[in-house]
Each structure stands twice: as structure tokens, then as C-alpha cells.
């Protein structure tokens, strides 16, 4: 990890601050989120694994007293401890954490190298999990808020994305249970599930061997961009909502799961059936 220059000047006034943190914040939803709360007055920490597109975010920003960008491979303890330490000692608080970093893969599962199930659940699961317990102290000081980007692949089977499933699943599970946990803490948690939006992340979806998948996703629906989803949760934020489900076919697709299982999975295979190939 390596922090960037523009988080050098640590005489930061933490009067009246609000701070967030994003992870995968150099790109899709993590910069729409950015920009948006930028444009709100928040003080950001964006994290991400790639150095070359956080320094381009700083220079777009160019405010080195709001904003520091501290370079994470948030499947990394050591990452995850410093870029706390830096949040820590440049603004002193932290009021808001954005577990948003993501990855996922386009494979069969029983074609698939083990060492992408692996990498999938460390950065979807692991990565978040670990990165909130450590900023939890910050978190209680400020009777603060988590947001973390799940997916309704967490909720419901989809043809080539069994690692991406059962990691966003166990984000659910997780955070469900340490919604209960905190509750009496007025610590405010908020679940997003997003369906389809038009973000980089499949550009980047691991194939069978560990390389980038060459073949098309499928999808339903439709393609949302990533500024209205980050308009959409920061209105979900203010209203303190619990969860987000913006897509009305992705919300009919988990009843259909649940009530109709069998006539779910006829309509599944039929639309992803390229991810079975």
C-alpha cells in the first residue's frame, strides 16, 4: 500500500466534519458515490486497489484538505490496518464507511479454479468484514453509518456466478446480524442491492482459470447508471433506510425464488444460459 500525496497535510479541522471512506472508489459506483458526496461537502478517504486511477480522482477533486485517497487491496490485512491509521491521523473520525469494493466472475462452478472462489470471497466477503471491525472504534465515537453494496445475487441462484453468490450472501448474513448486534448503539447499517448497473466491474469479472472472461454477461432488466444509484442511496441514507432494492423485476425475481423455485430456475437458465457454456 502506498498513500498518495494529496493526504501529506494532516492540520485538518474536525469541527462540523462528515467523513467517508470508500472502498473501489477510483471507479463506477465508488466514484458516482464519491463525486456525490464531494459535491455534498464531505471529507473522503477513497480507497482502491489501483494507484494510476486514484491519483487521477485526486487531481479531478483537487481539494487535498477534503480528500486523501490511500491505495488498498482490501483483501490485504496490513492494507486494511494502515488505511484506517490514515483516516485516523488525517481527519480523526470517521461518520461514514462504504464497503463497496467488488469483484466478481463469469464461470461454471464445477469449471472453475478454486483460486477464484478464493479471491471472490476475500475481496466481497472478507475484505469488508475485516475493514469494518477495524473501523468500528471510529464508527462507535461517531454513532456512525455503514453502507455496504450486496447484490441480488446474494438473494437468489444465477448460472455462473456461484462464488459471486455466496460471497454477497454472507454479506447479507453478516450484516444482518451485526445490525442486531448494534443496534443499541445507534449504529445505522444500510444494504444495497443493485441489479444490473453500468459499471466497470464486469469489464474486470474473472473467468474459469483466474484470467478475464472473454464472454459476454447476460442480464434482466435494465441497465442502470451509476449516479442514480448513488443518488438513490444517499436519499436511502438520509431517510435512514434499512435497505435498498431499486429494481422492481430483481425484487420480482427473489419472490419468484422463494414462492415458485422451479419456475424461477426455468427462467434463469434460459436468460444465462451463455454462462454455462
Given at each position: 500500500?502506498?498513500?498518495?500525496?494529496?493526504?501529506?497535510?494532516?492540520?485538518?479541522?474536525?469541527?462540523?466534519?462528515?467523513?467517508?471512506?470508500?472502498?473501489?472508489?477510483?471507479?463506477?459506483?465508488?466514484?458516482?458515490?464519491?463525486?456525490?458526496?464531494?459535491?455534498?461537502?464531505?471529507?473522503?478517504?477513497?480507497?482502491?486497489?489501483?494507484?494510476?486511477?486514484?491519483?487521477?480522482?485526486?487531481?479531478?477533486?483537487?481539494?487535498?484538505?477534503?480528500?486523501?485517497?490511500?491505495?488498498?487491496?482490501?483483501?490485504?490485512?496490513?492494507?486494511?490496518?494502515?488505511?484506517?491509521?490514515?483516516?485516523?491521523?488525517?481527519?480523526?473520525?470517521?461518520?461514514?464507511?462504504?464497503?463497496?469494493?467488488?469483484?466478481?466472475?463469469?464461470?461454471?462452478?464445477?469449471?472453475?479454479?478454486?483460486?477464484?472462489?478464493?479471491?471472490?470471497?476475500?475481496?466481497?466477503?472478507?475484505?469488508?468484514?475485516?475493514?469494518?471491525?477495524?473501523?468500528?472504534?471510529?464508527?462507535?465515537?461517531?454513532?456512525?453509518?455503514?453502507?455496504?453494496?450486496?447484490?441480488?445475487?446474494?438473494?437468489?441462484?444465477?448460472?455462473?456466478?456461484?462464488?459471486?453468490?455466496?460471497?454477497?450472501?454472507a454479506l447479507t448474513q453478516f450484516f444482518e446480524v451485526l445490525r442486531l448486534e448494534l443496534e443499541s448503539e445507534d449504529i445505522h447499517i444500510l444494504m444495497v442491492y443493485p441489479s444490473f448497473l453500468d459499471t466497470p466491474i464486469e469489464n474486470h469479472a474473472l473467468g474459469?482459470?483466474?484470467?478475464?472472461?472473454?464472454?459476454?454477461?447476460?442480464?434482466?432488466?435494465?441497465?442502470?447508471?451509476?449516479?442514480?444509484?448513488?443518488?438513490?442511496?444517499?436519499?436511502?441514507?438520509?431517510?435512514?433506510?434499512?435497505?435498498?432494492?431499486?429494481?422492481?423485476?430483481?425484487?420480482?425475481?427473489?419472490?419468484?425464488?422463494?414462492?415458485?423455485?422451479?419456475?424461477?430456475?426455468?427462467?434463469?437458465?434460459?436468460?444465462?444460459?451463455?454462462?454455462?457454456?
Amino acid at each position: 500500500m502506498s498513500l498518495s500525496t494529496a493526504a501529506k497535510s494532516t492540520n485538518v479541522n474536525t469541527h462540523s466534519m462528515n467523513v467517508t471512506l470508500i472502498t473501489g472508489a477510483a471507479s463506477g459506483l465508488g466514484w458516482a458515490m464519491a463525486r456525490h458526496w464531494y459535491a455534498a461537502g464531505h471529507h473522503l478517504v477513497l480507497a482502491d486497489i489501483d494507484e494510476q486511477a486514484l491519483n487521477a480522482r485526486a487531481t479531478e477533486l483537487g481539494d487535498i484538505d477534503r480528500v486523501i485517497t490511500v491505495v488498498t487491496d482490501i483483501a490485504q490485512r496490513d492494507d486494511i490496518a494502515v488505511l484506517i491509521e490514515q483516516v485516523q491521523s488525517h481527519f480523526g473520525r470517521l461518520d461514514l464507511l462504504v464497503n463497496n469494493a467488488g469483484i466478481t466472475h463469469r464461470s461454471p462452478a464445477y469449471q472453475t479454479d478454486p483460486n477464484v472462489f478464493r479471491k471472490v470471497m476475500a475481496v466481497d466477503w472478507q475484505g469488508a468484514v475485516e475493514l469494518t471491525m477495524a473501523a468500528l472504534p471510529m464508527l462507535r465515537e461517531s454513532k456512525g453509518q455503514i453502507i455496504c453494496i450486496g447484490s441480488m445475487a446474494g438473494w437468489m441462484p444465477v448460472p455462473g456466478r456461484a462464488a459471486y453468490c455466496a460471497a454477497k450472501g454472507a454479506l447479507t448474513q453478516f450484516f444482518e446480524v451485526l445490525r442486531l448486534e448494534l443496534e443499541s448503539e445507534d449504529i445505522h447499517i444500510l444494504m444495497v442491492y443493485p441489479s444490473f448497473l453500468d459499471t466497470p466491474i464486469e469489464n474486470h469479472a474473472l473467468g474459469r482459470d483466474g484470467s478475464i472472461a472473454k464472454h459476454p454477461r447476460s442480464m434482466i432488466g435494465n441497465m442502470r447508471s451509476a449516479e442514480w444509484m448513488a443518488e438513490r442511496i444517499d436519499q436511502g441514507l438520509q431517510r435512514r433506510e434499512r435497505w435498498i432494492l431499486p429494481e422492481p423485476v430483481s425484487r420480482f425475481g427473489s419472490i419468484l425464488w422463494r414462492v415458485a423455485p422451479a419456475i424461477y430456475l426455468r427462467q434463469v437458465r434460459k436468460r444465462f444460459i451463455g454462462e454455462l457454456q
